[in-house]
């Protein structure tokens, strides 16, 4: 883990929607050690500030890709950037999927919005290692067709099974229309031998594991991604505390029987 911002050169950059970007970034120098899916680096624009983005994919030289939308001053600097920019980055930090324990099981990916990005590492690695995990599931949900992320993927997604649905159609959709969690009926997999991996919006990652629990899933086989305003990275600031975790550290995943009760107390 490195603590003090490592300079990356931008050295391509893909525009996923109207107000989110992929960054492909290589290490100018010596590179992070390696990220594990789920995991977070703390990305600096220079002069303007540095924000919490997680890895959407990883490369064994130490190239990364950082998928950021536009939300504020950062990361809207981080999103304007052209190639050949320079971003400092200092990471690994916090918890990953736990894709080790999860061998053997099915798998059901749920992914709402821009919760898609810490997700595809995982995806990644599930079909690079076909044998080891049982049925994938990918379940994608977000509010138009217009806010989709990474197209091109989803084709390759959606074998053995994957779905796509939105919120509002636009612009003559003829998929699904509805919450993520109205794919879970067509989904292939054995609960009692299932772990799930959960990330978008809290009010979506908590409507979608009581689903899931409610069909047998165990809840600390629901693996869920959760966010706080992180500062530091480093579990010093206390900025990213959610009751007696900080999320930096002790997340950002975490087993959802840990943060079901958590989730549960309003304005926690």
Do not use: K
């Not at 994938?136 to 990474?150: E, K, S």
């Not at 919006?201 to 966010?227: C, F, K, N, Q, Y």
């Amino acid at each position: 883990m490195t603590t003090v911002p490592v300079p990356h050169r931008l050295v391509g950059r893909h525009r996923e929607t109207a107000d989110t970007v992929t960054l492909r970034l290589e290490p100018v120098g010596e590179p992070l050690s390696p990220f594990a899916p789920g995991q977070f680096a703390m990305m600096y624009a220079f002069g303007v500030g540095e924000i919490p983005v997680s890895a959407s994919r990883t490369a064994p030289d130490g190239r990364l890709a950082h998928t950021v939308r536009a939300v504020g001053a950062v990361s809207r600097a981080l999103c304007e950037l052209s190639t050949g920019a320079s971003v400092g980055l200092r990471g690994p930090f916090g918890t990953d999927w736990g894709l080790t324990a999860a061998r053997g099981h099915d798998l059901l990916v749920i992914a709402g919005g821009i919760g898609l990005a810490p997700l595809r590492p995982l995806i990644h690695a599930v079909l690079a290692e076909p044998g080891a995990y049982g049925r994938l599931n990918v379940l994608i949900g977000a509010r138009t067709p217009d806010d989709l992320l990474y197209r091109d993927e989803l084709p390759s997604w959606r074998r053995p099974f994957g779905a796509v649905t939105v919120d509002r159609p636009t612009g003559g959709w003829t998929g699904r229309v509805g919450v993520v969690t109205t794919l879970l009926d067509e989904a292939h997999c054995a609960p009692e031998r299932t772990t799930a991996f959960v990330c978008g919006p809290e009010v979506m990652i908590r409507a979608t594991a009581r689903e899931l629990i409610h069909r047998g899933v165990r809840a600390d086989r629901i693996r869920v991604s959760l966010e706080r305003t992180m500062r530091c990275g480093t579990g010093h600031c206390g900025h990213c505390q959610l009751g007696p975790l900080l999320l930096c550290r002790d997340g950002p995943v975490v087993g959802h029987d840990l943060a079901g009760p958590l989730l549960a107390v309003r304005e926690l």
